[in-house]
């Protein structure tokens, strides 16, 4: 918070602040009709037929990309960034599983959601303790199932669709994409601050520092 009360919001009436509440609403309408469209268009993608057997390992021993279904007709699968022997704990992917909410919902409507990495499940399972995750989080040590995504060392998301026994690819996203999937962002872009980084187009003297460089594991920020 900023001790300089010059770099405030500017303080109007009750009938202004509507006023301006109101133009801006409109715009935040079309906007919501314009990601209903996005998203219709996405639906109607034509998709990839997967016919390599991939082999992941999960807390119940090997399974297969069907088996990730689990039972379900729709995968989403978050391709978290954690390469073998690495001690490192990405903080972008860490915030991301921090946001993802109780599964039941998805579940409702025939949709898993999932984490895959390239480390073995050894490295993965002691970070998952330690965070407090319960999000099912499988290992693709020793194939190359992330980089077939698009997702390389990397990270993204990528959603699968099965018919019967056949399974289909139908979308893949990364940087902002999976960003804007977030709902810490999500709540802090309807701030006056934002999300404090220097990248935003924000009034001068607004609080900001360098994108990344504030992210922390959520048991490393302290009070």
Excluded at 156 to 177: H, I, K, M, P, Q
């Amino acid at each position: 918070m900023p001790k300089n009360k010059s770099v405030l919001p500017q303080v109007v009436s009750e009938d202004e602040w509507q006023a301006a509440r109101e133009k801006l609403l409109i715009k935040e309408k079309e906007l919501t009709r314009a990601l209903d469209a996005l998203a219709a268009e996405r639906r109607r993608l034509p998709m990839v037929r997967i016919d390599k057997d991939y082999v992941f390992e999960g807390l119940n021993g090997k399974a297969s990309l069907f088996d990730l279904f689990n039972g379900r007709r729709q995968l989403i699968v978050y391709h978290f960034m954690m390469a073998p022997g690495s001690d490192h704990h990405c903080p972008g992917c860490s915030s991301f599983v921090d946001n993802i909410g109780h599964l039941a919902h998805l579940h409702a409507r025939d949709t898993t959601l999932i984490i895959v990495s390239p480390a073995p499940l050894s490295q993965i399972e002691p970070y998952k303790k330690r965070m407090g995750w319960t999000v099912p989080w499988f290992s693709s040590n020793g194939d190359n199932f992330n980089v077939d995504c698009g997702a390389g060392s990397g990270f993204g998301l990528s959603v699968f669709l099965c018919d019967g026994a056949s399974v289909y690819r139908t979308y893949y996203t990364t940087a902002r994409g999976v960003d804007r999937i977030r709902s810490d962002f999500n709540f802090l872009d309807l701030t006056p601050f934002g999300r404090q980084e220097d990248w935003e187009d924000s009034p001068e003297g607004w609080p900001q520092t360098p994108p990344y460089t504030w992210w922390r594991l959520h048991d490393e920020y302290g009070d």
